[in-house]
């Protein structure tokens, strides 16, 4: 089984002040007791980093914190190929989603595999074939 995991997942899960924390934890635990191939475009991890490096400008507390998220959560990093950028593109277009997300709702519309995001405007907007989704829906869904 695969799931696509967006940034702010990643994000909520190695940031213990963030709401929701606890349930991006549980989560990742169980896309790791389910063996569940996570992937993401590969604009996961700049943004990703630019998540934990902007707000304190800390470099190397960030770098560090990846390093963990390299680590803990293996992540199938797919390129932003032209056929992906072009489906991006088109997801944009007709969803009226920012182009970051846009790359991660037409990952999973390729490989036919749920969208795991806390992004509210993504989950409302996403194409129904990248069944878009919360970590708590995905939980209660597929562990």
């Known amino acids: 089984m695969l799931a696509i995991i967006d940034a702010s997942v990643l994000v909520s899960a190695f940031k213990s002040d963030e709401d929701q924390h606890l349930a ?13 191939q996570l992937c993401a475009p590969a604009i996961l991890f700049p943004e990703t980093a630019a998540a934990f490096s902007r707000p304190g400008k800390n470099t190397p507390l960030a770098s560090r914190i990846m390093e963990q998220i390299r680590v803990w959560t293996p992540i199938r990093i797919h390129p932003i190929d032209e056929p992906l950028a072009l489906a991006a593109e088109k997801v944009a277009l007709e969803c009226f989603i920012r182009g970051a ?3 991660y709702a037409a990952l999973a519309d390729r490989l036919g595999a749920p969208l795991v ?8 907007r996403a194409p ?6 919360t970590p708590e829906s995905w939980v209660s869904q597929f562990s």
């Open 117 to 124: 995001s806390w992004d509210r405007e993504l989950l409302a």
């Open 101 to 103: 997300d846009a790359s």
């Open 128 to 133: 129904a074939g990248a069944n878009a989704m």
């Open 24 to 36: 991006s934890l549980d989560f990742l635990s169980a896309s790791i007791e389910c063996s569940v």
